[in-house]
């Protein structure tokens, strides 16, 4: 058997874009299982964070350096150790890393050392990967095409396939900021009346984060990790800064800040938290009044493809059929 002409054959490829295409609805309607998993993984990480700033926080009160090391051997243990290799071999930080590749994996969700190597070293070799793929393949490939402009067209599809990790971390960030932004205002809600009731902000984040956890488990981790913090940090602000800044929102950083002048100046938390509800509330109004005014013009292209072609299949092909039939007949018989 010729394994070339099986791999360049159409009806391999269609079947295998087949095979594709029901995996990739299998595991649509598979992930939805899987959420308790995840779950269980984002309180691994917040108690990792926990431990975390607990060393940090021991270890200033002794008024030595970071002597616990357990938390950061866990975070390196995430971390293949030919990635780490790779990475530090190759010194990819210089070449792919900026001063905003942390805030942008945080945002996304993720945190450390470990995603960080993971991402600069999936920036490194999937250029690689594509490239090896899309040569071999066109040479594979039934064709005359010179070997030169095969190798070109490879590194063409490895230069696009390098910007894959990014686009990938901008939809890991669209959709975590997309869930956190629909839970806010609820949050703050709840918030308003834990503090309202007399509980504490960190009691109250505490008991936020516990009954979000079902709409938005990214706001649920983000709060226990904040509420971690306030534990722990010298500075309560710092803890608010950076709830804004691993979540990369406005309305969660207007909150944040609203709170830290609170704290600072003395004035009532939850009067700052009332305002902020309701001004979170008039937004989301304001959202859905706007999804809605852009909904007609959103609707017209699929309006004249698909409805009014039928419409008119509809209405005009009795009076064709009748037309038809007379041409057809014309002494009625």
């Not at 490829?13 to 939805?32: D, K, N, P, Q, R």
């Not at 064709?143 to 971390?169: F, K, Q, T």
């Not at 936020?208 to 306030?230: C, F, M, R």
């Amino acid at each position: 058997m010729n394994y070339i002409d099986l791999l360049t054959s159409p009806d391999f490829l269609i079947s295998v874009l087949a095979a594709i295409s029901v995996a990739a609805v299998v595991f649509t309607f598979g992930s939805s299982f899987v959420v308790k998993t995840e779950m269980r993984t984002r309180i691994k990480r917040v108690a990792l964070e926990r431990d975390k700033l607990r060393a940090e926080e021991m270890a200033r009160l002794r008024g030595s350096g970071p002597i616990d090391q357990r938390s950061t051997m866990r975070r390196q243990a995430e971390t293949k150790n030919y990635m780490k290799a790779i990475v530090e071999g190759f010194d990819l930080k210089k070449a792919f890393q900026d001063d905003a590749t942390v805030d942008k994996l945080a945002i996304a969700g993720y945190r450390g050392q470990g995603h960080l190597t993971t991402f600069l070293f999936m920036r490194f070799i999937t250029p690689i990967i594509i490239f090896v793929l899309v040569t071999a393949y066109l040479f594979l490939a039934p064709g005359s095409r010179p070997a030169y402009l095969n190798v070109v067209y490879g590194i063409g599809a490895g230069l696009v396939g390098s910007y894959l990790p990014v686009v990938m971390l901008k939809n890991a960030t669209v959709k975590r900021q997309k869930s956190i932004k629909r839970a806010w205002p609820d949050t703050l809600d709840l918030m308003l009346l834990c503090v309202e009731a007399g509980m504490s902000v960190e009691h109250a984040i505490k008991r936020v984060a516990k009954e979000i956890g079902n709409q938005s488990a990214q706001l649920a981790e983000e709060l226990t990790l904040t509420n971690a913090e306030l534990s722990f940090l010298e500075d309560r602000s710092r803890a608010y800064e950076n709830l804004a800044r691993r979540t990369g929102l406005d309305n969660v950083r207007s909150v944040m800040t609203a709170l830290i002048q609170a704290d600072r100046y003395g004035t009532s938390v939850g009067q700052a938290l009332r305002v902020m509800a309701e001004e979170g509330r008039e937004t989301r109004m304001m959202d859905a009044e706007k999804k809605a005014a852009s909904l007609p013009p959103k609707m017209t292209v699929p309006l004249i493809l698909f409805f009014l072609p039928v419409l008119f299949i509809v209405i005009i092909a009795p009076a064709m059929i009748k037309v038809f039939a007379v041409q057809n007949n014309p002494m009625g018989g």
